[in-house]
T-cell receptor, first 113, second 112 residues
Framework: NAGVTQTPKFQVLKTGQSMTLQCAQD?????MSWYRQDPGMGLRLIHY???????DQGEVPNGYNVSRSTTEDFPLRLLSAAPSQTSVYFC????????????FGPGTRLTVT | GQSLEQPSEVTAVEGAIVQINCTYQ??????LSWYQQHDGGAPTFLSY????GLEETGRFSSFLSRSDSYGYLLLQELQMKDSASYFC?????????????FGAGTRLAVHP
């Protein structure tokens, strides 16, 4: 099993550009989520999904879109990148009834200039 | 809203015991998880408490008091490799779904 994979590992964007961060898992987990991590602020929940076709907003959803068309994939879209979105982005997945234990991907380090 | 408070930094020596506290203020509380993250790495799950009391997993133990909205992670026989950031996270039921919300993290430095 590859677990949770994320691409790309690193990305530099200019303000106003759009891009999609990819996340995939091969553990057949219903639950998937996106977090951003900034120094001193821990992990903040952006969006999450409890199954294909079902998504909801987390703590900091503004500026980000998600969709979940398959169990395996949960892409995160930045529509118009801003310097405030410079961060490390982690995708995670877990069993819906046991989501206290989530499995994290290796992260994507995004810089917006 | 919800809030989680944990110390920003803790320092200890090899072989010692350290306790990292977490207090929370939330609605829809289900339980408290702990995660470890080494520099440059991804968070990894350590333990979970849904009920009051102590859960032990090797050198690590976690405690929860739901009445006090308080928990802690206890690390015994500290090793250099325990130097990392530790996050408490509350499992909430909100808006019809479960979600996991993290605290800001505690950076543990273990010295020889």
């Amino acid at each position: 099993n590859a677990g949770v994979t994320q691409t790309p590992k690193f990305q530099v964007l200019k303000t106003g550009q759009s891009m999609t961060l990819q996340c995939a898992q091969d553990m057949n987990h219903e639950y998937m989520s996106w977090y951003r991590q900034d120094p001193g602020m821990g992990l903040r929940l952006i969006h999450y999904s409890v199954g294909a076709g079902i998504t909801d907003q987390g703590e900091v959803p503004n500026g980000y879109n998600v969709s979940r068309s398959t169990t395996e994939d949960f892409p995160l879209r930045l529509l118009s990148a801003a310097p405030s979105q410079t961060s490390v982005y982690f995708c995670a997945s877990g069993v819906r009834d046991e989501l206290y234990e989530q499995y994290f991907g290796p992260g994507t380090r995004l810089t917006v200039t | 809203g919800q809030s989680l408070e944990q110390p920003s930094e803790v320092t200890a020596v090899e072989g010692a015991i350290v306790q990292i506290n977490c207090t929370y203020q939330t609605s829809g509380f289900y339980g408290l998880s702990w995660y470890q993250q080494h520099d440059g790495g991804a968070p990894t799950f350590l333990s979970y408490n849904a009920l009051d009391g102590l859960e032990e997993t090797g050198r690590f133990s976690s405690f929860l008091s739901r009445s006090d909205s308080y928990g802690y992670l206890l690390l015994q026989e500290l090793q250099m490799k325990d130097s990392a950031s530790y996050f408490c996270a509350v499992r909430l039921f909100s808006g019809g779904y479960n979600k996991l919300i993290f605290g800001a993290g505690t950076r543990l430095a273990v010295h020889p």
